[in-house]
């Protein structure tokens, strides 16, 4: 089954880029990359998905690598209100869609 | 408002008592699925569904119950509660096709005493 591996916490400085990465050895060849954010005890927040290259939105970009191992969410200029924890997951097993969250990453994002 | 809901928002009830937990989207999603998150800790998944009246276990299945006889709405039941069951619960819905992200529900707070 494929899983996702993250480091539990990480600090950014604001203003600076934060740069959170996550494990998905096993992901399959058709398996996108989804990354969230739940702010608080609000319910999570969708951020940006890839399945191949790397892609950018108005909130972030996602690097994947050519092997599809792993990838890298990006926020360019990290503010307070980013402070968050962040999830990097992908669909476990082929045809069906159990989405596995796991425990993510707590970005603390330093003034 | 289109959109996903949850209710109660709060709930709290003793052990042994049966709790519903409704969600109801708007969109027409197909997919729809149930999340518990326990303090300082990640989502774990409890049940999802494909369509109506197709539902599949999640990671942490036991103790609940779930249906989905209309497209809109997947009720979550704790048939006899138990105060492990204490959570905040989430639910979350997906369209057919493409990548497809969730769309999360605020989250219903549980305390079972």
């Known amino acids: 089954d494929a899983k996702t591996t993250q480091p539990p916490s990480m600090d950014c400085a604001e203003g600076r880029a934060a740069n959170l990465p996550c494990n998905h050895s096993?992901?399959?060849?058709?398996?996108?990359v989804y990354w969230y954010r739940q702010i608080h005890s609000q319910g999570p927040q969708y951020i940006i998905h890839?399945?191949?290259n790397n892609e950018t939105n108005e909130m972030a970009s996602l690097i994947i690598t050519e092997d599809r191992k792993s990838s890298t969410l990006i926020l360019p200029h990290a503010t307070l209100r980013d402070t968050a924890v962040y999830y990097c997951?992908?669909?476990?097993?082929?045809?069906?869609?159990?989405?596995?969250f796991g425990t993510g990453t707590r970005l603390k994002v330093l003034a | 408002d289109a959109g996903i809901t949850q209710s109660p928002r709060y709930k709290i009830t003793e052990t042994g008592r049966q709790v519903t937990l409704m969600c109801h989207q708007t969109?027409?999603?197909?997919?729809m699925f149930w999340y518990r998150q326990d303090l300082g800790h990640g989502l774990r998944l409890i049940y999802y569904?494909?369509?109506?009246?197709?539902?599949d276990k999640g990671e942490v299945p036991d103790g609940y119950v779930v249906s989905r006889s209309k497209t809109e709405n997947f009720p979550l039941t704790l048939e006899s509660a138990t105060r492990s069951q204490t959570s905040v619960y989430f639910c979350a819905s997906r369209r057919v096709g493409g990548a497809g992200e969730l769309f999360f529900g605020e989250g219903s707070r549980l305390t079972v005493l």
């Open positions: 890839g399945l191949k």
């Open positions: 997951i992908v669909r476990v097993g082929s045809g069906t869609y159990k989405y596995i």
């Open positions: 096993t992901i399959s060849g058709n398996e996108y």
């Open positions: 569904s494909a369509a109506a009246d197709i539902t």
């Open positions: 969109w027409s999603h197909s997919y």
